[in-house]
């Protein structure tokens, strides 16, 4: 979305501003980095705010101070907010300089405690982050998209526990019979499976551009590991309930094309509740792995 855009969305949603969130004003989940600004520490707060705009606020304020046990500020305090919009369950934050100069780790943790904490609203369930009222972009220069308290990293109190990775996910292009490879830097938590991080983005769907979600949006991850350069997928049923403007292989292969990238995995088991006894869409059997296949991937031109 372009500035253009986001003063759009700004001008025809204030009337969000004036109304009351859901929640109650206590138990609400607040992500301070901590103080060696290597992961989060969640902390349960009481907000005193009472509209929505004014809760968002409320928060963003408070990951801006540092707390009694000493944890480290989320943003530095120039980077105010601007804007604040909502849409569907998108929160839409429109913030001041500040972003651009941080280093990519700062950028990861920012966005991360941003997130996490925004989307613990009971009225937001995905953040759109832009600087100046453009989208902010990973290191890579890539639309970051939508986040929510899944994007990135979990909250723990361990140091060293944030690693990151280059990864190449696949979409579907915009008519659901091609792959469109997405270069992406993933910070994530190192006690939750790479694997598992690199699902969640292709559940969550592609930065934009016109490409597709290959997977349903509501699909669960019931397990996730690696053993002798096979990656064991397992998810729940609703995998089974396939896009029907998105073609049963760019699904299979947008999940091993993506995962095959990953160093270790040459290919890919996929299971549903447990049981690779499956076909999906009947003509594609699930009782074997699947090995990479980037013959489906879009050619650029």
Known sequence: MKKSGFIVIICFLCLFLSSCGKKSETGISLYYINEARTGFVEKKITCKSKTQEAIVKELYDKLRKLSADGTSKAASDYMVINDVALEGGILYLNFASGYTGLSDKDKALFRTAVSKTMSSLDFVEYVRIYENGSPVTDSNGVDIGLLNNQSFITDSNSDDEIDT?????????????????????????????VEKVILKHIIDGPSGNGNKRTVPSNLRILSVYTKKGTCYVNFDSSFL?????????????????????????????????GSSDWNFRESYSLSEPYERNLDLVKKEK
């Open 165 to 193: 990775t280059e990864a190449v996910l696949y979409y579907s292009d915009s008519v659901g019979s091609s792959l469109v490879g997405e270069k992406k830097t993933i910070t994530y938590d190192k006690n939750t499976p």
């Open 241 to 273: 309930n396939s896009l029907a403007d998105v073609s049963a292989d760019v699904t299979i292969y947008s999940i091993v094309d993506t995962l095959c990238g990953l160093s270790g995995i040459q290919r890919v088991q996929i299971m549903v509740d």
